[in-house]
Structures are given as structure tokens and as C-alpha cells.
């Protein structure tokens, strides 16, 4: 009988170390905003936007070499193979607040110009497999320590079902490793390697691009950390751009250039790249102004991902034609709430023949 009564009282201890412990994560970035919950009065307008392996992985040749892998590249492409094109979509507020509580009526699709039914809307937290593309380059020498602690900040806010790679790059990209759910091991690998060599940014994401092929939830996302352009890919920015297309995976990215653009002209390109691979699939790119930031930025990725819409729709053009179609998501917001920021990816292959 003794035992009996104690269990409702430890029951009860243990909800709430946990509600504490989830309190404190949400404490570390910008918390989201409900629809419902704002006291504007001014009525909003229509708004859019677009296991285990024994050493390191390396990235295979480009698509014209023989070794190149089945998936992106070479062989088959990365497309939509069933009726129903989903979206995932984040809103944000104009200080970058997600905003929670829309209904399916407040979301309009479009896709080639033409209106789509919403045949499917949730905004439940699903589990994610994501890969990080961390620079190891020379020059995030000085930056290295604060860019762990942020990747280590981002792997510790996951949920118990995610599921975790990482990619390193400097003059070459490596899968350090593949999909885990382990943290502790994702930043003990983290810790035991020096920043040197060139920048092959390109061929980090081709690599984390064409291991997502083995994730196991529907969700993928590429979390990147780097400090500026590439100088040093076999991969071009074209072959990257049309990867990306043609992958179902957002990107996101954390951005830590130098103040003047740096030296060379593939540094100063650094941003716009990262900012056109992110805003393609939906995703976003943060720059950095102060290191100590960054696990702070790490985790407001990390909650973005998690507080998304995904909406449904079936596309009443058919044709199995293997063409490109633009997607535009656009707003009827509730009334009483500022002009909003739409995030999603901005279009997709349709199934080939």
C-alpha cells in the first residue's frame, strides 16, 4: 500500500523536472506568437514570400564520373513520385517571431499561377532527420569553438525521434558521421578536429544532399555552418543549385563573414549563396554579427523547424511530365495581426514518365 501511494507523487515530480527543463530551452531564442493572441488592430493584407561507420566518408566525383552515386547526379532524381505535393511553411512576424495558431482558411497555394485545394494541413511537431554541413576550413580558425558549442546547442534541443548526420568540409567534404540519434557522439566528433585547408561549401552540401536518401522520416532539413563562398569544389554553384531542386530537403543556414566581405571574391559571394540555396526550399539564412549569438540562432532554427505548417494539396495538372512548377504560398491572416513573412520552398519536379 506504501508503494502504492508513492507512485502519484513521483509520477508527479518527474512531470515536472520535465516541464522545467522544457521551459528552459524555450527560454533561449524568441518564442513563437500565436494568431490568436495579438493585440494589433489593424486589419492585415494578402502576404508572400516565396549506423556507424569505420573512418570518414568522402564525397564521390561529379556526375559524369563513374563512381558517382544513384540519386542526385547520376541515374535517378530526387522527385515527388506520389498525387500529393506537400509544402512545408513557416510565418514569421516582422522581428522574426514565428507565428502558431493559423487555420488551413488563412493559406492560399498556388502553383504554376494557378490556385490549389488544400487537401491536407497540420502544424503538429513531426520527427526530422537533418544533417549538419559544418565548415572546417582555415579560416574558421578563429570561429571554431563558438560554431561547435552553436552545432552541439542545435543537436541538444532535438527531439527523441529525430535523427542526426554530419558533413565536414574544408578541401574536401567527409561524412564524419552517418545518421544517429546519439548527440553525445555527434559532438565528441565535433571536438576532435582542427580547422585548416580550403573551402569546398559545394561538395559539403552535394554530400549532405545525397545522404538524406537514407533518412528514415519524411521531414529533412541541412543545417550550414560556414564563413564564406566556396574556392574549392569539384561541384559547381550550377550543379548545387539544380541539386537542390531537385531534393526535398530545406535548407538552412548560419552565416559568420567578415565584416568587409572579406579578400577574395568567392567570400564576398558567400552570402548571396547561402541566402539563394536557403529561400529555394523554404528555409532561411541567419547571419551572425556577434559569435556569442550562435547557439542562440541555433536553437531559433531548431524551433522553426519544429513549429512549421504543412499543407497538402493535390495538383490538378496530372501530367507525369517531369517538369519544373513554381509554388507560391500566400496569407489571409486573421485580423488584428502585423504584415507576416511566408518561408516555403518555391517549387518542384513533377513525376517523371
Do not use: C
Not at 493585440?39 to 516565396?50: A, L, P, R, V
Not at 545525397?210 to 569544389?233: C, P, R, V, Y
Amino acid at each position: 500500500m506504501k508503494d502504492r501511494a508513492a507512485k502519484p507523487v513521483i509520477n508527479w515530480l518527474l512531470k515536472a523536472e520535465l516541464a522545467i527543463l522544457a521551459l528552459a530551452l524555450l527560454a533561449l531564442s524568441l518564442p513563437p506568437i500565436s494568431a490568436a493572441q495579438s493585440d494589433t488592430q489593424k486589419d492585415s493584407q494578402d502576404d508572400s514570400s516565396g549506423g556507424l561507420i569505420k573512418g570518414p566518408a568522402t564525397l564521390p566525383p561529379p556526375e559524369d564520373g563513374a563512381d558517382a552515386p544513384t540519386g542526385i547526379g547520376k541515374g535517378r532524381v530526387l522527385r515527388s513520385e506520389t498525387d500529393m505535393t506537400l509544402v512545408n511553411v513557416s510565418v514569421t512576424d516582422p522581428i522574426g517571431r514565428l507565428v502558431t495558431g493559423l487555420e488551413r482558411d488563412n493559406f492560399r497555394v498556388f502553383e504554376n499561377g494557378e490556385e490549389q485545394e488544400i487537401v491536407k494541413f497540420a502544424s503538429e511537431d513531426v520527427p526530422v532527420s537533418i544533417g549538419v554541413i559544418f565548415d572546417m576550413s582555415g579560416s574558421m580558425t578563429d570561429k571554431i569553438e563558438k560554431s561547435r558549442i552553436a552545432a552541439v546547442q542545435f543537436f541538444r534541443t532535438a527531439n527523441p525521434q529525430d535523427e542526426f548526420f554530419l558533413v565536414n568540409f574544408n578541401d574536401r567534404a567527409q561524412l564524419v558521421s552517418p545518421f544517429t540519434v546519439s548527440v553525445d557522439d555527434l559532438q565528441n566528433r565535433l571536438m576532435y578536429t582542427a580547422a585548416h585547408g580550403l573551402t569546398a561549401l559545394f561538395d559539403g552540401v552535394y554530400l549532405g544532399l545525397s545522404q538524406m536518401e537514407g533518412a528514415h522520416n519524411t521531414k529533412k532539413a541541412l543545417l550550414i555552418i560556414s564563413d564564406g563562398g566556396d574556392n574549392h569544389s569539384r561541384y559547381s554553384e550550377t550543379d548545387i543549385r539544380k541539386f537542390v531542386q531537385e531534393a526535398d530537403v530545406q535548407i538552412y543556414s548560419i552565416g559568420l563573414f567578415e565584416p568587409d566581405g572579406g579578400p577574395t571574391p568567392e567570400e564576398r559571394a558567400g552570402p548571396s549563396v547561402l541566402y539563394d540555396l536557403t529561400e529555394m526550399t523554404g528555409g532561411r539564412s541567419f547571419t551572425v554579427q556577434n559569435l556569442n549569438d550562435l547557439p542562440d540562432i541555433a536553437t531559433k532554427i531548431s524551433m522553426e523547424l519544429r513549429n512549421q505548417y504543412v499543407i497538402g494539396y493535390r495538383p490538378t495538372d496530372r501530367a507525369h511530365d517531369g517538369k519544373w512548377r513554381k509554388i507560391k504560398i500566400k496569407l489571409r491572416p486573421p485580423k488584428g495581426l502585423p504584415p507576416l513573412t511566408v518561408d516555403a520552398k518555391n517549387g518542384y519536379y513533377a513525376p517523371g514518365h
